[in-house]
DNA sequence: TATTGTTATACTCTATAACTATA
DNA sequence: TATAGTTATAGAGTATAACAATA
């Protein structure tokens, strides 16, 4: 006999979540490898330009990133225009990074592409339950930043 | 001006659910820490007793795992009680998994206290909506996996 | 002396390839 | 010869520690 419905009236979370993440993370990948970019340099593109960021470690904190992870990742995208890494004036040890508008392009093409691509599968999750599911899933994501 | 919700009415699913992933882990990691267990070795308990499986390399299918990787997860079960592993007379060399009572007593533990830290977070969630979320996860999730 | 960014090194996790025992 | 399981090796990804520049 499968005991199992007592305990577990449903799978964890994790269990779920965790490999949804990686299949979502999949689906991007095609995309991604059409425009020559690393999932962190995704990361970097959109988290740049929400909110302008003064240092580098910053940014990585931002995007859990190990500072020195990022280092690769910001040479490639400035080499290609995306972004410009400048000394800041008033403490020449810091970078003051931008997105270029190459940049912001490129990150509103692939992100268009991203989403297009995951509103296919929330097509799937039944109308009435869609908003609920985003706006849960938005709450749960923010709590689990720290920020609530 | 931000233009981003031109463009991005909502974050990528991925930007959300792969961090909520990861702290739902991290949530978790303390309570594994407490039986000794590592995420694949939970992981294994949870899978085993809901499907009886044959052969090694099934499971390691089933938990997205390597079947080298769990190899040692095994072992380290098996030497602990929580498993057996028999050699098929039908086939020897395939081998007969099956949780102990030991093992299925211990993954009820760590799954209840698991799902009672999940269930504090989803506490967070409007009650109104919490089903629903539910319910589009578990739909998500299962089509990530194939299932449809 | 402390901090930002960078480079070099070491470590962890994971997959690939080689081996054994059965068939 | 083919397959299940195991072991040994190599590779990718990540973090730690040392370094240079600036404060």
């Given at each position: 006999m499968?005991?199992?419905?007592r305990?577990?009236?449903r799978p964890?979370?994790?269990a779920m979540?965790?490999p949804?993440?990686?299949?979502?993370?999949?689906?991007e990948?095609?995309?991604?490898?059409?425009?020559?970019?690393?999932?962190w340099?995704?990361?970097?593109?959109?988290?740049?330009?929400?909110t302008?960021?003064?240092?580098q470690?910053?940014?990585a904190?931002a995007?859990?990133a190990?500072?020195t992870?990022?280092i690769a990742?910001?040479?490639?995208?400035?080499?290609?225009?995306m972004?410009?890494?400048r000394?800041?004036p008033?403490?020449r040890?810091?970078?003051l990074?931008?997105?270029?508008?190459?940049?912001?392009?490129?990150r509103d093409?692939?992100r268009a592409?991203?989403q297009?691509g995951?509103?296919?599968?929330?097509?799937q999750v039944p109308?009435a339950?869609?908003?609920?599911?985003?706006?849960?899933?938005?709450t749960?994501?923010?709590?689990s930043?720290?920020r609530?």
């Open positions: 499968n005991t199992a419905h305990n577990a009236p964890d979370l994790a979540v965790v949804l993440g990686r299949a979502l993370m999949a689906a990948k095609p995309v991604l490898d059409a425009h020559d970019l690393t999932m340099a995704y990361a970097v593109l959109c988290h740049l330009d929400e302008p960021l003064r240092t470690a910053a940014l904190e995007i859990h190990d500072k992870r990022i990742v910001l040479d490639d995208l400035e080499s290609r225009g972004l410009t890494r000394p800041d008033k403490d040890r810091v970078r990074l931008s997105l270029t508008p190459e940049g912001r392009r490129l093409t692939v592409a991203v297009n995951e509103e296919r599968l929330l097509g109308a339950d869609r908003e609920a599911f985003l706006r849960s899933l938005r749960l994501y923010e709590m930043q720290g609530r």
